[in-house]
């Protein structure tokens, strides 16, 4: 079968990967969903949702070209505007990386739907590694803009939708999380 188990020391305590703390729940968001960056098996930092950067030459400034034609799993298409929303609701709900944010980005803006400009307060050249972290990974702005609680929707516990190798078809507390490959 094409079939892969893994098993995993403790239930995730969070599907949402913008609220997840532990390393089990991180397991799973790594397969559903992207990030800008990640770091490879050699601890290298690469492109995830990201085909190309630059950085300003006062290095306050950068410019992130998203890879073109991704989508969600829900078959929406992902855009600069997604990366926005993730940060900006990390940055006001304190999310995993709300501090690095808070204190490092001083605007954020979407001149396309596939760039995005994140402008900082001072250089800080660990940024890039921050947005490669395994706790911050792109959410999809159309499913949790408008929500009461961002914490306790669909999308953040029953339903997660990524742009990730593999998509969420369910969940049965205490017995098993089920992907399929997307």
């Given amino acids: 079968t094409n079939t892969l188990a893994l098993q995993i020391a403790s239930e995730p305590n969070k599907l949402d990967p913008a609220l997840n703390s532990t390393v089990d729940g991180a397991c799973l968001a790594i397969l559903a969903f992207s990030g800008l960056f990640m770091y490879d098996e050699n ?9 190309t950067y630059e950085m300003s030459e006062d290095g306050l400034t950068y410019t ?17 505007a997604d990366v926005e929303f993730t940060f900006q609701m990390i940055m006001d709900n304190n999310g995993v990386i709300a501090q690095e944010l808070n204190t490092s980005v001083a605007e954020m803006s979407c001149p396309d739907e596939n760039t995005f400009v994140m402008v900082l307060n001072a250089p800080n050249s660990p940024i890039l590694g921050t947005l490669a972290w395994y706790a911050n990974f792109i959410l999809p702005k159309h499913l949790y803009e408008g929500v009461e609680d961002w914490k306790t929707c669909a999308a953040a516990t029953t339903n997660p939708i990524g742009t990730g190798a593999y998509k969420f078809v369910s969940y049965d507390r205490g017995v098993s999380v089920v992907l399929e490959k997307n």
Wanted: charge should be negative; hydrophobic fraction near 30%.
């Fill in 64 to 80: 992130f070209n998203l890879r073109k034609g991704v989508k969600w799993h829900d078959g929406e298409p992902f855009t600069s």
């Fill in 43 to 51: 601890g290298q930092l690469t492109p995830d949702l990201v085909d």
